[in-house]
């Protein structure tokens, strides 16, 4: 907040800019504006955009509806089946996603990258497992599945078991 100029100090206290213009030095950030849109999300919507945002930039929708179905991690919202499309529209409409002709992307890599900054690490770390485990599914590459599966692995919650099974994706 500071960094970017949405705090201000005033007189004796801190408050938010009364508008983008406050700062006649600066012009607003394109990352202010969709960092505020996608703040407005619903959770649910969020976690469908961060994984979206880790898969990449540009994804089918058939990818989209995987990576937005339900899982077991109570950590990670996830959203059902018919609420996906909608959740899909709720981000094309706030300028995260743009449609193509064979799926969704995001219109700039500078939001995809907004998206994964905004993460806390388990939610993207979260997003990564679920990512890998779609991979396996599509039987991609095991580099790449190894890929997410590592920055999905949690060394805090670790145990030595578990890194010798990350030790053998490699």
């Known amino acids: 907040w500071l960094d970017r100029g949405l705090l201000v100090h005033g007189e004796s206290t801190w408050r938010a800019r009364r508008n983008l213009r406050d700062d ?8 202010d504006l969709f960092g505020f849109r996608l703040a407005g999300a619903e959770d649910e919507v969020r976690t469908l955009a ?7 930039f540009e994804l ?7 990576l937005g179905a339900r899982d077991s991690l109570k950590s990670a919202p996830a959203i059902g089946p018919t609420e ?16 193509t ?9 500078s939001i995809r990258e907004l998206v994964l900054e905004s993460a806390e690490p388990e ?9 890998a485990d779609l991979l396996g599914l599509r039987e991609a590459p095991a580099a790449q599945i190894a890929y997410h599966r590592d920055l999905a692995f949690n060394e805090e919650l670790a145990k030595p ?4 099974l990350l030790s053998r994706l490699h």
């Open 24 to 31: 006649v030095h600066r012009e607003p950030d394109i990352r």
């Open 50 to 56: 961060l994984r979206l945002a880790v898969l990449g």
């Open 60 to 66: 089918t929708l058939a990818d989209a509806r995987t």
């Open 84 to 99: 996906v499309d909608a959740a899909l529209d709720d981000l094309v409409e706030r300028g995260i996603l743009s449609r």
């Open 101 to 109: 002709e064979h799926g969704i992307r995001f219109p700039h890599d």
């Open 123 to 131: 939610q993207r770390r979260n997003a990564h497992g679920r990512v």
């Open 161 to 164: 078991a578990d890194f010798d």
